[in-house]
């Protein structure tokens, strides 16, 4: 169970979607358009390879094997929503490749500043990892700055399952909750390499709170960052992993991953606030409270990762319509359609009780493997979201396992108000890629 963040007031709505609280995202499975671009890319150069078989996504999140299709480098980017289908068949590329990109004009508070934008679709790995393809949003600074600028892989929090809220999209609009992070770190001449997550913007059911999922995601869009074309980057620049609560969840998880998922990159630090650390105790904090709507939309994103956990034969018949419809919802419409709700009332079963459920919630849940870089792991005492001892516990984790943590508890802080405290989180950052030491609180 992961949460989304930010009080309501700064959350006009986009369309259908929100902000903050609220986003998250992903189009309905279009076979015709999805030929379509198959084709397209056939032309522009990827050709069919003669290596044999490979599972591939489809609309709908099904799979099918076919032929691996050679990677090529990036192909033209389709115009309008079509951008978020990938092809058919995925190239045999590696995690992190740039099947297309497109740069957006800078709006609301990046309007006016010295940077590009660019959306893009990537190769990533899903949590049984097969490749998928996941879209996101890079953030250039001023070309002057480029040479020398670390990249962060940010992970934003909660958008919502919906089909209207990705964050790639919503930061195009110059409407996201989150995105007064991308003008701070303008400012600072730092790179933004953020994920839409698996599912988010692409076809399929976001696969929420699946941790290895969000951690492939989340590194993969630093890669991408890193081979866009002409961003005039460095070939090795310092790598760094921000987010706040379902983004604290993503981050951490990337620090956890990093070190056998991509030892290449020059990963120097972690900063996760809000941190889901334990997704059974967050689940049972939440259950039958405002926040109840996300225990569902985790149960929906683990069945969309584990289809053997059969989330479909568990649903009670009169809450059918409602569970189909928080697939298309942003989280400002989702939380008030579910608050108050307990698992009882939409499950057969209590899942966080069933073994095999419960297997999976343990799998998607962080401390298990040590961090080779510094974190900075932040919460508020307060926090009725996210159940603030099990973030302390994932600090104590940590530091027993000779982690350099700094843990920072905001004593009169909720979930909220945690979130704004990026001074102290950028500061952190600004710290490690200037070279200083951290001091561990362990």
Same mark, same amino acid.
């Not at 068949?89 to 590009?116: F, K, Y």
């Not at 190769?123 to 490749?131: E, V």
């Not at 939440?286 to 034969?313: C, H, I, K, Q, S």
């Given at each position: 169970?992961?949460?989304?963040?930010?009080?309501?007031?700064?959350?006009?709505?986009?369309?259908?979607?929100?902000?903050?609280?609220?986003?998250?995202?992903?189009?309905?499975?279009?076979?015709?358009?999805?030929?379509?671009?198959?084709?397209?890319?056939?032309?522009?150069?990827?050709?069919?390879?003669?290596?044999?078989?490979?599972?591939?996504?489809?609309?709908?999140?099904?799979?099918?094997?076919?032929?691996?299709?050679?990677?090529?480098?990036?192909?033209?980017?389709?115009?309008?929503?079509?951008?978020?289908?990938?092809?058919?068949?995925?190239?045999?590329?590696?995690?992190?490749?740039?099947?297309?990109?497109?740069?957006?004009?800078?709006?609301?508070?990046?309007?006016?500043?010295?940077?590009?934008?660019?959306?893009?679709?990537?190769?990533?790995?899903?949590?049984?990892?097969?490749?998928?393809?996941?879209?996101?949003?890079?953030?250039?600074?001023?070309?002057?700055?480029?040479?020398?600028?670390?990249?962060?892989?940010?992970?934003?929090?909660?958008?919502?399952?919906?089909?209207?809220?990705?964050?790639?999209?919503?930061?195009?609009?110059?409407?996201?909750?989150?995105?007064?992070?991308?003008?701070?770190?303008?400012?600072?001449?730092?790179?933004?390499?953020?994920?839409?997550?698996?599912?988010?913007?692409?076809?399929?059911?976001?696969?929420?709170?699946?941790?290895?999922?969000?951690?492939?995601?989340?590194?993969?869009?630093?890669?991408?960052?890193?081979?866009?074309?002409?961003?005039?980057?460095?070939?090795?620049?310092?790598?760094?992993?921000?987010?706040?609560?379902?983004?604290?969840?993503?981050?951490?998880?990337?620090?956890?991953?990093?070190?056998?998922?991509? &030892? #290449? =990159? /020059?990963?120097?630090?972690? %900063?996760?606030?809000?941190?889901? @650390? !334990? $997704?059974? *105790?967050?689940?049972?904090?939440?259950?039958?409270?405002?926040?109840?709507?996300?225990?569902?939309?985790?149960?929906?994103?683990?069945?969309?990762?584990? &289809? #053997? =956990? /059969?989330?479909?034969?568990? %649903?009670?018949?009169?809450?059918? @319509? !409602? $569970?189909? *419809?928080?697939?298309?919802?942003?989280?400002?419409?989702?939380?008030?359609?579910?608050?108050?709700?307990?698992?009882?009332?939409?499950?057969?079963?209590?899942?966080?009780?069933?073994?095999?459920?419960?297997?999976?919630?343990?799998?998607?849940?962080?401390?298990?493997?040590?961090?080779?870089?510094?974190?900075?792991?932040?919460?508020?005492?307060?926090?009725?979201?996210?159940?603030?001892?099990?973030?302390?516990?994932?600090?104590?984790?940590?530091?027993?396992?000779?982690?350099?943590?700094?843990?920072?508890?905001?004593?009169?802080?909720?979930?909220?108000?945690?979130?704004?405290?990026?001074?102290?989180?950028?500061?952190?950052?600004?710290?490690?890629?200037?070279?200083?030491?951290?001091?561990?609180?362990?």
């Amino acid at each position: 169970m992961s949460a989304g963040d930010r009080r309501p007031d700064r959350c006009p709505m986009s369309g259908p979607g929100g902000t903050r609280p609220g986003r998250g995202a992903y189009p309905g499975g279009m076979p015709a358009a999805r030929s379509v671009i198959i084709a397209i890319a056939v032309v522009l150069g990827l050709t069919v390879a003669a290596c044999g078989g490979s599972t591939v996504g489809v609309p709908g999140g099904g799979r099918v094997a076919e032929a691996a299709v050679r990677y090529n480098g990036p192909v033209a980017a389709p115009a309008g929503d079509a951008f978020y289908l990938p092809p058919r068949v995925l190239p045999a590329g590696h995690p992190g490749d740039i099947l297309w990109s497109r740069r957006v004009p800078p709006a609301g508070p990046l309007a006016g500043l010295d940077i590009e934008l660019h959306q893009v679709l990537y190769l990533s790995t899903d949590a049984s990892g097969r490749p998928d393809a996941v879209s996101g949003m890079i953030m250039l600074p001023a070309r002057a700055a480029r040479a020398h600028a670390p990249v962060i892989g940010y992970a934003t929090g909660t958008h919502g399952l919906g089909d209207a809220c990705a964050p790639s999209k919503l930061l195009a609009a110059g409407t996201d909750a989150w995105i007064d992070d991308f003008a701070l770190a303008a400012g600072k001449g730092w790179v933004m390499a953020a994920t839409d997550y698996e599912g988010s913007g692409t076809p399929g059911t976001p696969t929420y709170s699946v941790g290895r999922s969000e951690g492939h995601a989340v590194i993969d869009a630093v890669r991408a960052a890193q081979r866009l074309p002409d961003a005039g980057l460095a070939h090795d620049p310092e790598v760094a992993y921000w987010g706040y609560s379902q983004g604290g969840g993503g981050a951490a998880w990337a620090g956890e991953l990093t070190r056998t998922y991509a &030892p #290449e =990159l /020059r990963t120097v630090a972690v %900063v996760a606030g809000g941190v889901p @650390a !334990d $997704l059974i *105790r967050v689940s049972e904090t939440v259950d039958g409270a405002a926040w109840a709507g996300v225990v569902f939309m985790t149960a929906l994103g683990l069945d969309a990762a584990y &289809p #053997e =956990l /059969r989330l479909n034969d568990h %649903v009670v018949p009169s809450a059918r @319509a !409602d $569970l189909d *419809r928080l697939r298309t919802l942003c989280l400002k419409e989702a939380l008030p359609a579910f608050a108050g709700k307990h698992i009882r009332d939409i499950l057969t079963v209590d899942l966080l009780h069933v073994p095999q459920w419960r297997a999976r919630l343990t799998e998607n849940s962080l401390g298990r493997t040590p961090l080779t870089v510094p974190v900075f792991l932040y919460h508020g005492r307060k926090d009725t979201v996210v159940a603030f001892n099990q973030a302390e516990t994932l600090a104590h984790t940590y530091c027993a396992a000779g982690v350099n943590v700094t843990w920072r508890p905001y004593n009169d802080d909720d979930h909220d108000a945690a979130s704004y405290r990026v001074g102290d989180a950028t500061a952190y950052l600004a710290d490690r890629f200037s070279g200083r030491p951290a001091t561990s609180t362990c």
